[in-house]
């Protein structure tokens, strides 16, 4: 049986435990199997209601972002409604590394294709890269609605910080 991954531009299901969903956006994959997803405010009773993902899409507020697994995909929890162009306008952060120990800190870009050292301001202000299990993105989505309790790690999927673009000039 082939195992169902997430890829760029597939928007996804994401239950919330009282009959609704939320929706999500795989934006791109990383050579670790882990995805860049994106979730909207966009939150439906039916997953057969949403006429024009390509709309949808279009519209929708973003809620959350980040690096996950696609796991939840796999096992059949979160449904792949279809495949449309991803969002161009997604958050894409910057973030701090440690390169060859811990005081040696980088910044590198959303992408993980760029970095180059940090300054002391840059560090102190930038966000570790964090990445989630698909179970993870699920629970902040429920805490964000009242649905389940909302922790302190979850605070790093939500859109602040340094971006790429500030980082770098020019993505």
Known sequence: MA????????VFTIPLGDGRFGLGQAITASPQDSVYMVVFDAIVADETEIGDLAELVATAELRLAAWAGSELVEIGRWKVLGRVP????????????????????????????????A??????????RSSFSAMAV??????????????????????????????????
């Open 3 to 10: 195992v169902a991954n997430l890829k760029p531009g597939d």
């Open 86 to 117: 991803a969002r161009a306008d997604f958050p894409r952060p910057a973030f701090k590394v440690a390169i060859g120990g811990p005081g040696n800190i980088h910044v590198e870009d959303w992408g993980m294709t760029r970095r180059r050292p």
């Open 119 to 128: 300054t002391a301001e840059e560090a102190a202000r930038l966000p570790l």
């Open 138 to 171: 699920e629970s902040a989505l429920k805490g964000l609605l009242s649905l389940g309790p909302w922790r302190d790690d979850y605070e790093d999927m939500l859109f602040k910080g340094p971006t790429t673009q500030e980082m770098f000039g020019d993505d």
